[in-house]
C-alpha cells in the first residue's frame, strides 16, 4: 500500500498549489481520502475530505471557499487545489485513506487506515 503526495513548494501569499496524493495497493474507490495537514510545533488539522466517488466533500470551516478537493477513480489520484494561501497555510500536508461506509460520519471523524509521508507547503514572501 502506498500513498504518494507531491506537488508542494514554497509559494508567495496569496498565491495557489495543486497537491496530488497518488494511491497504490488498495481499492481506491472503497475508502474515503482526506488531507490533514501539521504545521511545525503543532499537532494534526484536518483540512478537507472527499467519499469514495466525490460527491460529497468536505472542509474545515477556515478552508471553506480557498479549498477544493477531488479524486480521480481511473487515475487511484486525489488532489487538492489551494488558492488564496496565507502564512497560516504552511505545514507539512498528508493525504489519508478510511474504508467507511459512504455517508458514515464525517470524515474529521473517519479512522485512517493509511498515511502517506506528506508534502511539504511553504508560503512566505
Known amino acids: 500500500v502506498q500513498l504518494v503526495e507531491s506537488g508542494g513548494g514554497l509559494v508567495q501569499p496569496g498565491g495557489s498549489l495543486r497537491l496530488s496524493c497518488a494511491a497504490s495497493?488498495?481499492?481506491?474507490?472503497?475508502?474515503?481520502m482526506s488531507w490533514v495537514r501539521q504545521a511545525p510545533g503543532k499537532g494534526l488539522e484536518w483540512v478537507s475530505g472527499?467519499?469514495?466517488?466525490?460527491?460529497?466533500?468536505y472542509y474545515a470551516e477556515s478552508m471553506k471557499g480557498r479549498f477544493t478537493i477531488s479524486r480521480d477513480i481511473a487515475k487511484k489520484t486525489v488532489y487538492l487545489q489551494m488558492i488564496s494561501l496565507r502564512p497560516e497555510d504552511a505545514a507539512l500536508y498528508y493525504c489519508a485513506a478510511a474504508r467507511i461506509p459512504d455517508g458514515c460520519g464525517r470524515p474529521e471523524d473517519w479512522e485512517y487506515d493509511y498515511w502517506g509521508q506528506g508534502t511539504q507547503v511553504t508560503v512566505s514572501s
Open positions: 495497493g488498495f481499492t481506491f474507490d472503497d475508502y474515503g
Open positions: 472527499i467519499n469514495w466517488n466525490g460527491g460529497s466533500t
